[in-house]
């Protein structure tokens, strides 16, 4: 259920006043920031090291909620990355989403797991 606070303007607002709050403004420099963004998302990692594809989609109640807070603490730290260098992550990822369209036309590439680096090039689309 959404909230009326359930914005991400909202929550990058709320997480400015928090650091300000604090006057922790001085250490969150974008270098800082996503250092600390990388290093949750290793914590993160470290909840699915050595599960199966299938124990990975079926955690129990103690391990999604740790999953939770990890994604939590790195959504915080990309807002506030994001906020630090004056960047709306929205349009960011709206002109990604339609980079990625055009890079991976759906018809050529469904079902295929691949890297972009490893994608199929647009030529080999066009030849076949």
Same mark, same amino acid.
């Given at each position: 259920?959404?909230?009326? *606070?359930?914005?991400?303007?909202?929550?990058?607002?709320?997480?400015?006043? !928090?650091?300000?709050?604090?006057?922790?403004?001085? !250490?969150?420099?974008?270098?800082?920031? *996503?250092?600390?963004?990388?290093?949750?998302?290793?914590?993160?990692?470290?909840? !699915?090291?050595?599960?199966?594809?299938?124990? *990975?989609?079926?955690?129990?109640?103690?391990?999604?909620?740790?999953?939770?807070?990890?994604?939590?603490?790195?959504?915080?730290?990309?807002?506030?990355?994001?906020?630090?260098?004056?960047?709306?992550?929205?349009?960011?990822?709206?002109?990604?989403?339609?980079?990625?369209?055009?890079?991976?036309?759906?018809?050529?590439?469904?079902?295929?797991? *691949?890297?972009?680096?490893?994608?199929?090039?647009?030529?080999?689309?066009?030849?076949?």
């Amino acid at each position: 259920m959404n909230h009326p *606070s359930d914005s991400l303007e909202d929550l990058r607002q709320r997480l400015a006043e !928090f650091a300000r709050q604090r006057d922790w403004e001085q !250490f969150h420099s974008p270098k800082n920031l *996503s250092m600390a963004l990388i290093a949750e998302a290793a914590e993160l990692v470290e909840h !699915f090291q050595w599960l199966t594809e299938s124990q *990975s989609l079926q955690l129990d109640a103690d391990q999604l909620a740790a999953v939770r807070l990890e994604l939590a603490d790195i959504l915080i730290y990309l807002v506030r990355t994001a906020d630090r260098l004056d960047i709306d992550l929205i349009a960011a990822a709206r002109d990604k989403i339609a980079i990625n369209e055009q890079r991976f036309p759906a018809a050529q590439v469904r079902g295929l797991a *691949s890297r972009g680096s490893e994608a199929p090039s647009r030529q080999k689309f066009d030849e076949s």
